[in-house]
């Protein structure tokens, strides 16, 4: 069965540092790979998304991701955080029925 | 913002009392959804619907029914509310299915004495 992965259950980071949160995935197939954003009390809202082609994606408000099959990640990146970022991600991937399988998120604290 | 609205945003019901949460969107969206979110286990799919009257389950469907009478509406049911029912629901919309983004609500928070 396909399942997701986000190691981290918590990440702090001071603001202006860089930032990389972990998403594995289990799946057959070339996977399509999504990561989400929840601010506190919100919805989710779309970064980024990989389906095909080129491996570093980039997304909204300067975030990006890679997707490593030999490593089934799809590590997101920002090369300087702010404290505008502080909130839950996550990592999800399409199942072979086309839903979506999410990982249990990660929460994001910015230290001043 | 895509045009979706939850209502009621909050509720607090007793045990063993019927619940009904409404999605409604204003994008014409074929495909609608209704998520559970819990801490430590992200969002887990209850049931979801690819036009109307029809209608299909997801990861955790036991205890919920739903309903898509009208493009615009899906409604999710609850007909005897449990403690373990108790969470944050989210309805979610998109164009198509097979990985298409997903446009959420704010929300409904659930409490089930």
């Known amino acids: 069965a396909q399942s997701v992965t986000q190691p981290d259950i918590h990440i702090t980071v001071s603001e202006g540092a860089s930032l990389e949160l972990r998403c594995n995935y289990s799946y057959g197939a070339t996977p399509y790979l999504f990561w989400y954003v929840q601010s506190p009390g919100q919805g989710l809202q779309l970064l980024l998304k990989?389906?095909?082609?080129d491996t570093l994606v980039q997304g909204i408000k300067g975030f990006e991701a890679e997707f490593k099959r030999s490593q089934s990640s799809f590590n997101l990146r920002k090369p300087s955080v702010h404290w505008s970022d502080a909130a839950e991600y996550f990592c999800?991937?399409?199942?072979?029925?086309?839903?979506?399988?999410w990982g249990a998120g990660t929460k994001l604290i910015i230290k001043p | 913002d895509a045009g979706i609205t939850q209502s009621p945003r909050h509720k607090v019901t007793e045990t063993g009392t019927p619940v009904t949460l409404r999605c409604h969107q204003t994008e014409n969206h074929r495909y609608m959804y209704w998520y559970r979110q819990d801490p430590g286990h992200g969002l887990r799919l209850i049931h979801y619907s690819y036009g109307v009257k029809d209608t299909d389950k997801g990861e955790v469907s036991d205890g919920y029914s739903v309903s898509r009478s009208k493009t615009e509406d899906f409604l999710l049911t609850l007909e005897s509310a449990t403690s373990s029912q108790t969470s944050v629901y989210f309805c979610a919309i998109s164009v198509a299915e097979g990985g298409d983004t997903q446009y959420f609500g704010p929300g409904t928070r659930l409490t089930v004495l």
């Open positions: 990989y389906f095909s082609g």
């Open positions: 999800a991937v399409a199942d072979s029925n086309y839903q979506l399988i």
